[in-house]
């Protein structure tokens, strides 16, 4: 019986022996019991990611070389148009 009882009394110190607090924790004596990270703060805020503005379309004008206008102007051409890149006036 009292081999039992030796052996539960180790066991049981054994147990309690790492939950006193260590030298590490000179002065903070605290336990910690949790899963993961928490934040008990205000929600962080969230921040937009830059929007990147496309660059625009390239413009073209449409020159008809036998009616020699553009289009509008010249709203059918017997021909195939000729792209034309647009320039200051």
Same mark, same amino acid.
């Given at each position: 019986?009292?081999?039992?009882?030796?052996?539960?009394?180790?066991?049981?110190?054994?147990?309690?022996?790492?939950?006193?607090?260590? &030298?590490?924790?000179?002065?903070?004596?605290?336990?910690?019991?949790?899963?993961? +990270?928490?934040?008990?703060?205000? @929600?962080? +805020?969230?921040?937009? @990611?830059?929007?990147?503005?496309?660059?625009?379309? &390239?413009?073209?004008?449409?020159? /008809?070389?036998?009616?020699?206008?553009?289009?509008?102007?010249?709203?059918? /051409? @017997? &021909?195939?148009?000729?792209?034309? +890149?647009?320039?200051?006036?």
């Amino acid at each position: 019986m009292r081999k039992v009882a030796s052996i539960a009394l180790l066991a049981l110190a054994l147990f309690l022996v790492p939950a006193a607090p260590s &030298e590490a924790w000179r002065g903070h004596p605290s336990v910690f019991i949790g899963v993961g +990270p928490v934040w008990w703060g205000p @929600p962080y +805020p969230y921040v937009q @990611p830059a929007l990147v503005p496309a660059p625009p379309p &390239e413009a073209y004008w449409y020159y /008809c070389s036998s009616a020699q206008a553009y289009y509008p102007t010249a709203p059918t /051409c @017997p &021909e195939v148009w000729i792209k034309v +890149p647009p320039r200051a006036q």
